[in-house]
């Protein structure tokens, strides 16, 4: 196709006189605002839309022209979240110094290996990378080296951190959006769906340069560098229990039987979601599931007046979600109202249960908080929130700075926050009363 010039850097641009204009500004004592150029929408990648790869040459292809280039590779997944079952990748973008942008239909495939290959030990530059590292693993696909824009613009105080609000600010780019919700299991992909994901890698790469800049400019580039490999390193989350407690609306659901209806419609659903591959909303929503469960028809007709139940997998399904219903009422496996944890309780309580916790998670947060203001980092990147009330409500038997640290380093925190907050942290568990004294 032929491609429009590429969008220029807004701070080169010139702004022509307005003739109606008044010659000479009035005289205030408040000192002139800068006005920032309006950012140029970036709506055509430099090249023009990549071809998709569909096949084994021009995989190899792709392969050889990354491993001929230079620097860090710029990576990108889409996904079919809402629209298909699972979380694996629909298309897979890539941008190298010399070697262009490559978009790439990872479902013909068994897997990329011959990508892995060619991209060898470079550094990955991925926004927010926890969120597509799944799925390029499942492709093969895995980093030796990683730079997340998004955590970086974290560390770096950036005001919004998302990839569009972090490129204008930075770049004086704007990019388009609107396809980021889209089916990508789409066949054949629409020509503005792919401007769209090759204009996402074209700009990584820009951006990552910009916020070394001002990491370095902080201090903080190491920082970033631990968090970037606590990421890489982070290891698969481990099943979860119980996962249909997540279901919406559980929480007004106290008897035990009608939880074991909202588990056996939830099992019923996943498993004919995942058969078809399907998202499990688009079958039967949450709000459904829970209605039926609180209402246990008795037959096709009264469960197809549920509130929810309507279309065509209502129907079509009614039997299955009809035996779901009859085999929660008939067994003698209920579910107990709530799964044991190791988890602290929830901070509302802790004044009724541990006075001390209370007024040690009080004073931990408000120390810690400032640190994050002097720093200039989101406080729940200085230290996860989860941390902090572990670390408050079940501290070291000695509390001092080592044993803090070393229950810090336990809980997962990096070195770099241990090194920020671990003194602060001992000063508030050592006086946990110091927010009632002021």
């Not at 298309?91 to 790439?104: K, M, N, Y």
């Not at 996962?243 to 909202?262: E, F, N």
Request: proline share 11%.
């Amino acid at each position: 196709m032929t491609s429009t010039p590429h969008a220029s850097n807004p701070s080169h641009s010139t702004v022509k006189d307005d003739p109606s204009a008044p010659a000479h500004a009035p005289e205030t004592d408040e000192a002139p605002q800068e006005v920032l150029p309006e950012p140029v929408l970036l709506d055509t990648p430099r090249d023009g839309v990549p071809e998709v790869v569909t096949t084994d040459p021009g995989l190899r292809r792709a392969a050889r022209a990354i491993a001929a280039g230079t620097g860090p590779v710029s990576v990108d997944a889409e996904r079919a979240s809402g629209f298909r079952y699972g979380q694996r990748a629909f298309l897979v973008q890539l941008r190298r110094e010399g070697s262009g942008s490559w978009l790439i239909d990872p479902v013909p495939f068994e897997n990329l290996d011959p990508i892995q290959e060619a991209i060898g030990d470079e550094t990955w530059i991925l926004h927010a990378a926890s969120q597509d590292l799944p799925c390029l693993r499942e492709l093969g696909m895995d980093p030796a080296r990683l730079f997340d824009t998004e955590l970086a613009a974290r560390i770096a105080g950036l005001p919004r951190v998302g990839l569009g609000p972090a490129v204008e600010s930075l770049l004086g780019l704007r990019l388009a959006k609107e396809h980021s919700a889209a089916d990508w299991s789409t066949r054949p992909l629409p020509e503005p769906w792919l401007r769209y994901a090759a204009l996402d890698v074209e700009v990584l790469d820009r951006l990552r340069e910009e916020l070394i800049k001002i990491l370095q400019a902080d201090g903080k580039l190491g920082f970033a560098e631990e968090e970037f490999e606590a990421v890489r390193k982070a290891p698969p989350a481990p099943p979860r229990v119980d996962p249909w407690r997540r279901t919406s609306g559980l929480h007004q659901i106290r008897d035990r039987r009608t939880l074991a209806a909202v588990r056996a419609l939830w099992e019923t659903r996943e498993s004919l979601a995942q058969t078809r591959d399907v998202a499990p909303g688009r079958l039967i929503p949450d709000s459904a599931l829970v209605a039926a469960a609180k209402a246990m028809p008795k037959s096709v007709p009264a469960l197809l007046k549920t509130p929810g139940f309507h279309g065509r997998s209502a129907a079509k399904d009614a039997p299955k979600w009809l035996r779901a219903l009859q085999d929660a009422a008939a067994t003698s496996d209920l579910p107990p109202n709530q799964v044991p944890s190791n988890s602290p309780p929830p901070p509302k309580v802790w004044a009724d249960k541990d006075p001390v916790a209370a007024a040690r998670l009080q004073t931990a947060r408000a120390r810690v908080a400032r640190t994050a203001e002097a720093m200039n980092i989101p406080t729940e990147n200085l230290l996860t929130p989860d941390t902090l009330r572990r670390l408050c409500w079940s501290p070291p038997a000695e509390i001092d700075p080592d044993t803090v640290s070393a229950t810090l380093r336990g809980l997962g925190a990096r070195e770099w926050q241990i090194e920020l907050v671990g003194p602060v942290l001992t000063v508030a568990l050592l006086d946990p009363d110091e927010l009632a004294k002021r």
